[in-house]
């Protein structure tokens, strides 16, 4: 089946322009998580939606950074007034939401802040 | 607050050999998980192996093992008979147990090449 899919491949705006970046889960995962990965860095946990509960928000850097899931499926990870710091390349994943399944991950997103 | 540490930024292995990666990590949990994750230059994330911590046993997937050591903290990944298609990142990511999933903390990644 379709597998975790992430548009666009690459972004590149101006610094302060406000950016959305979009992820569409495998169909019937209820969770589903957004992470950031710099330049020579691991992953960092950004946001985590779980069904129908409050999102998990405890990772996003500032309040320049907002998601939403509509519908509990497509979510939207906006950054407004885009610093060159948040240049980055962001991945979402998706899981079945039970106990410790696998994360699927998508291609990623890569965001460059001119 | 769990941390991850990878102290091999790089390694390289000739093809049809062994290499073991690193990974400690601090945690107070009891209960977690453990994996290694592999991103080719495709930059999609590939799970490669589990561990979970309440068993003694090794996890193995085919030429991949790891060496879990719960009370030094210690999950380390062996590749064996390396081939060109291992070439990758390579992270290890912890997971505390929790109803439902929770996030994955990762180390920042090394670096393998497997050189013909």
């Known amino acids: 089946g379709a597998g975790v899919s992430q548009s666009p491949s690459n972004k590149v705006t101006e610094k302060g322009k406000d950016v959305e970046l979009r992820c569409d889960p495998i169909s019937g995962h209820t969770a589903l998580y957004w992470y950031r990965q710099s330049l020579g860095q691991g992953l960092e946990f950004l946001i985590y939606?779980?069904?129908?509960?409050?999102?998990?928000k405890s990772g996003l850097p500032s309040d320049r950074f907002s998601a939403e899931r509509t519908g509990g499926s497509v979510s939207t990870l906006t950054i407004q007034r885009t610093q060159q710091e948040d240049s980055a390349v962001y991945l979402c994943a998706s899981s079945k939401g039970q106990d410790v399944d696998e994360q699927y991950f998508g291609p990623g997103t890569r965001l460059t802040v001119t | 607050a769990q941390t991850v540490t990878q102290s091999q930024p790089e390694m390289s292995v000739q093809e049809a050999e062994t290499v073991t990666l690193s990974c400690t990590y601090d945690t107070s949990e009891n209960n977690y998980y453990l994996f290694w994750y592999k991103q080719p230059p495709s930059r999609q994330m590939i799970l490669v192996i589990r561990?979970?911590?309440?068993?003694?046993q090794n996890a193995t997937e085919n030429r991949f093992s790891v060496n879990f050591q719960k009370a030094a903290k210690s999950f380390s990944l062996k590749i064996s008979d390396s081939q060109l298609g291992d070439t990758a990142m390579y992270f290890c990511a912890f997971m505390k147990r929790h109803s439902g999933n929770t996030p994955l903390v990762f180390g920042k990644g090394t670096r393998l090449s497997v050189i013909a």
């Open positions: 561990q979970e911590a309440y068993k003694q």
């Open positions: 939606f779980q069904g129908n509960s409050a999102p998990d």
